[in-house]
């Protein structure tokens, strides 16, 4: 593996806490309330703490043969001479293959809700990522 490129370990580590929280809590109000409610509130905290274990798991690997973008639902693995290029925008990182499909990866994301400090480390990191696939892409063409 080349490198990887994640969110930072204190935004994972604030959204386990948040989502281990909100799964707490619908297990507790579960098994308040008992009854019906008990299995739709377990059913929501392991879906809720699955979530918060994929979000953990988000990043992109940039290994020498290909390309692997680890997303909330699912992960695309592109070799080399799939890619046709890669950029950044107020978005965030993208990449197209040569069917002109995007992929925007999910550990690279900005929302433009988030705090300026946050937006402002995501598209750097962005702009490192676009800059290495495009130069890692250009050796394989």
């Known amino acids: 593996m080349i490198t990887t490129f994640r969110p930072p370990l204190w935004l994972r580590v604030v959204q386990i806490i948040l989502f281990g929280g909100l799964g707490a809590a619908l297990t507790g109000g579960g098994i308040d309330e008992g009854g019906w409610v008990l299995p ?3 059913t929501g905290s392991a ?13 992109i690997d940039v290994y020498a043969d290909r390309l ?3 997303n909330l639902f699912r992960t695309v693995v592109l070799q080399w001479r799939e890619v046709a290029r890669a950029g950044h925008d107020d978005q965030g990182l993208w990449v197209r293959d040569h069917d002109l499909q995007e ?3 999910t550990a ?9 400090f946050v937006q402002r480390a995501a598209l750097a990191d962005a702009r490192k990522a676009a800059a290495l696939i495009e130069r ?5 063409s």
């Open 108 to 116: 690279l994301m900005v929302n433009s809700q988030s705090l300026a």
């Open 136 to 140: 890692i892409r250009k050796k394989h």
């Open 40 to 42: 739709l509130a377990l």
């Open 47 to 59: 879906l809720t703490l699955a979530s918060g274990a994929r979000l953990w798991v988000l990043r």
């Open 68 to 70: 692997v973008l680890i």
């Open 103 to 105: 992929y925007r990866p």
